[in-house]
C-alpha cells in the first residue's frame, strides 16, 4: 500500500483505538496491523505503545497523528471541492415557453440534451399566453420551478434570470 494509505490507516487506528475497530471499516486486523508497522518502519519511530488490553500514542504518534489528521482533511476538503466543479446537470427541469422558440430551437435539440444528459427530466410546456415574468421568477423561487417566456421588450418589470449558462449542444 501506498504512504496515504498507510497514514489513513494509523488515522484510523487512532480514532477507532484499537486495530480490530479500525478493520472493521477496512480490512483484515493483520493487513492494519502490517500497514501500521511499515509506517512505522518507514519513519524509523514507534507511533504507538501496544500492549494486549490499550493502544497509546507515544510522543512521536501524537505529533504525527495531529499533523497528518490535518493534512488528510485538507486533501479530503481539496478532492471534495474539485469534484463540485464537475457540472453534473441532472434532476428535474421545467420550462415554459412560447410556441415557436419551443419548437424552432428547443424541441429539435432534445434528442441530443438529454443523451448528453440522461440525469436530467425535462417538463417543457408549449404556450403563447402572456405571462407575468415577474411572477414566474417569483413562482420559480418558492416552487423550483424554472420558467422561461418571452415577452414584449416593452413590459413593464421584466426579468431575465440565467442562473447558470448554458451552451445549446
Known amino acids: 500500500m501506498d504512504e496515504l494509505g498507510r497514514i489513513k490507516t494509523f488515522i484510523s487506528v487512532v480514532k477507532a483505538g484499537s486495530f480490530s475497530a479500525a478493520a472493521r471499516h477496512q480490512s483484515s486486523v493483520s493487513s492494519v496491523v502490517r500497514q501500521v508497522n511499515s509506517l512505522e518502519e518507514e519513519l524509523g519511530v514507534r507511533l504507538l505503545n501496544r500492549s494486549t488490553r490499550s493502544l497509546s500514542l507515544t510522543d512521536a504518534g501524537r505529533l504525527f497523528y495531529d499533523?497528518?489528521?490535518v493534512i488528510s482533511d485538507e486533501l479530503a476538503t481539496a478532492a471534495s471541492e474539485?469534484?463540485?466543479?464537475?457540472?453534473?446537470?441532472?434532476?428535474?427541469?421545467?420550462?415554459?415557453?412560447?410556441?415557436?422558440?419551443?419548437?424552432?430551437?428547443?424541441?429539435?435539440?432534445?434528442?441530443?440534451?438529454?443523451?448528453?444528459?440522461?440525469?436530467?427530466?425535462?417538463?417543457?410546456?408549449?404556450?403563447?399566453?402572456?405571462?407575468?415574468?415577474?411572477?414566474?421568477?417569483?413562482?420559480?423561487?418558492?416552487?423550483?420551478?424554472?420558467?422561461?417566456?418571452?415577452?414584449?421588450?416593452?413590459?413593464?418589470?421584466?426579468?431575465t434570470e440565467i442562473s447558470r449558462p448554458c451552451e445549446w449542444l
Open 82 to 159: 474539485v469534484r463540485s466543479l464537475k457540472e453534473e446537470v441532472r434532476g428535474p427541469l421545467k420550462v415554459t415557453l412560447r410556441v415557436t422558440a419551443g419548437t424552432t430551437i428547443v424541441v429539435p435539440n432534445l434528442p441530443k440534451l438529454l443523451s448528453r444528459y440522461p440525469d436530467l427530466s425535462l417538463d417543457i410546456m408549449l404556450t403563447d399566453e402572456r405571462r407575468d415574468i415577474v411572477g414566474l421568477v417569483a413562482h420559480r423561487h418558492d416552487h423550483g420551478h424554472h420558467d422561461i417566456a418571452h415577452s414584449e421588450p416593452s413590459e413593464r418589470n421584466m426579468v
Open 67 to 69: 499533523r497528518v489528521t
